[in-house]
């Protein structure tokens, strides 16, 4: 069972179980802001987590006191395995906000290996980009073979070391370290249709209450390496 950390709400208590989408949520409330209050407030919920057996929460947005969750064993849930299951919606934003049309560009997609969710995301993206280009050590051969099979997409496989010149570049699991490329990580920012935070969506796909191929996404921002975090538009680079 997952935990969801919230703020004291008008009620000043919630329900401890909380259905959300079909998905049980053990619920703990604290104060908001950073006071001594809130401090204390915030061991005392981590303790009750663990003690019933929640290792992972979702957490408000700029929580300040997720450390003290951490230090008890109750981690955030992890945002970017849902970013990898809806990948393809995802690209497909960013390709609207960065003005490319797939049908006249190359698509470039970087991981260490071929995945199952690696894989429904390129022959999801295939028959829309006039080119796909593969930075893959394993499997990826195989892969961009299949492509031309499978959608008659003219795939080609980059060796290594060879630079990418697509386009949009896509780096699936962070292996590729490629700059300017679209990283499905904890950098990116990700607003899908509908009101409920990533954090709490994670929660509800990892349980099971959430098919990821049914998300739309409304827009997409990257972290940069200053920190910073931004829209990805036509005049902004990732």
């Not at 929640?54 to 929580?63: H, L, S, T």
């Not at 051969?141 to 386009?167: N, Q």
Request: glycine share 8%; charged share 25%.
């Amino acid at each position: 069972m997952f935990g969801w950390i919230r703020y004291h709400g008008p009620e000043r208590e919630e329900p401890p179980l909380q259905r959300v989408e079909g998905a049980t949520l053990r619920t703990v409330c604290v104060p908001a802001g950073e006071t001594l209050r809130a401090r204390l407030a915030c061991d005392a919920a981590a303790r009750r987590l663990r003690r019933e057996g929640v290792r992972e929460a979702v957490f408000p947005e700029g929580f300040a006191y997720r450390e003290r969750f951490a230090r008890r064993g109750v981690l955030p849930v992890p945002v970017p395995p849902l970013y990898r299951a809806s990948a393809a919606a995802i690209v497909r934003c960013v390709l609207r906000q960065k003005g490319i049309d797939p049908r006249s560009a190359e698509l470039a997609f970087c991981a260490e290996g071929v995945t199952a969710e690696l894989r429904a995301l390129v022959y999801a993206l295939a028959a829309e980009a006039r080119y796909v280009a593969l930075s893959v050590p394993r499997g990826g051969e195989a892969l961009s073979r299949a492509l031309m099979r499978d959608c008659g997409a003219a795939a080609r496989l980059l060796a290594p070391g060879e630079p990418v010149r697509a386009a949009l570049t896509v780096d699936f699991d962070g292996a590729s370290g490629r700059a300017g490329a679209l990283r499905l990580d904890d950098t990116l920012r990700v607003d899908y249709e509908g009101a409920l935070p990533c954090g709490l969506l994670a929660a509800l796909w990892r349980s099971g209450a959430l098919d990821a191929g049914t998300l739309r996404v409304e827009r997409v921002r990257q972290s940069a390496e200053n920190g910073q975090t931004s829209c990805i538009s036509p005049d902004r680079s990732l």
